[in-house]
């Protein structure tokens, strides 16, 4: 999926903090979530539709139950769309989507919390 062009947003924008890895640019998936909560703690984003909470989301992957874990969230003041995930194999990804692309993400069952949460 490409991203769509978008005016600079000074809440969303600010989100997805990256780092340098060999060679490349990928997403520093603490900060970012440190940041994403931030924004939906205090409302300025809102959880659209998700696998499970932000919070759960790192103890979720780490217990290596489930292949993508998502979240999808809107900013309030952008209308911007945000895809936020985790693979287990691959790399998180945090990048804009198109409006409603929760609707067509095909979620799967989500393993018992008993299994993963501490
Ligand atoms: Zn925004």
Request: net charge negative; proline share 6%; hydrophobic share 40%.
């Amino acid at each position: 999926m490409s991203e769509r062009e978008r005016e600079w947003c000074e809440v969303c924008d600010f989100v997805a903090v990256r780092r340098p890895d060999h060679g490349e640019r990928v997403v520093d998936i603490e900060a970012t979530q440190r940041r994403l909560g931030e924004r939906l703690d205090d409302g300025r984003m809102r959880v659209l539709r998700a696998d499970v909470p932000l919070a759960d989301m790192m103890p979720l992957a780490e217990a290596d139950l489930k292949y993508t874990i998502v979240l999808f969230a809107r900013c309030e003041t952008c209308g911007t769309t945000w895809f936020h995930g985790l693979c287990i194999r691959g790399r998180p990804v945090h990048k804009p989507v198109e409006d409603g692309a929760e609707e067509r993400w095909p979620w799967e069952e989500v393993p018992a919390r008993e299994l993963w949460a501490s």
